[in-house]
């Protein structure tokens, strides 16, 4: 299991899911350019000390993450067809969230082997990108049982 983040804006999320991944031991893919700095302050800030044990890999564009990761996606989306919560995971998946502005363009969008949706109310929106990411990566290692121990 892996998670990946689509051109993330907002350094305080990725470093959120930076920390998610290190405390659940699951390596963190970032697809760029990033909307911020790397190095951003904020972005130390909400991975703590954690950003030193997180298995990190940075790709330069989403040609580069193909090429490295062939491995299925799994798009969380608000229009995805099914509950995260009735998928079947594999191990071997990817979960691969969008940027908080403009979630993934379309050619993104198609590539992946399947789309899941966390149930909301109907006039809800969407949730934050890192309770979207800690929601779905924890169902996932749960029914694989990835989780550790």
């Given at each position: ?32 350019p990033c909307g911020f700095v790397w190095t951003d302050a904020k972005l130390r800030r909400a991975g ?102």
């Amino acid at each position: 299991m892996r998670v990946a983040l689509f051109q993330p804006d907002i350094p305080q999320n990725a470093g959120a899911i930076l920390r998610l991944c290190a405390c659940f031991g699951v390596p963190l893919e970032v697809i760029e350019p990033c909307g911020f700095v790397w190095t951003d302050a904020k972005l130390r800030r909400a991975g703590m000390d954690y950003i030193a044990s997180a298995h990190l890999t940075r790709h330069a564009n989403w040609d580069a993450f193909r090429a490295a990761r062939p491995e299925r996606l799994v798009l969380a989306t608000t229009k995805g067809s099914v509950s995260a919560y009735q998928f079947a995971y594999h191990t071997n998946d990817i979960l691969l969230f969008g940027s908080e502005g403009a979630g993934v363009p379309p050619d993104v969008h198609s590539a992946a082997g399947a789309r899941v949706r966390i149930p909301m109310v109907p006039d809800a929106r969407s949730l934050n990108v890192a309770m979207s990411a800690g929601m779905i990566l924890a169902e996932a290692l749960r029914v694989t049982d990835g989780l550790p121990q």
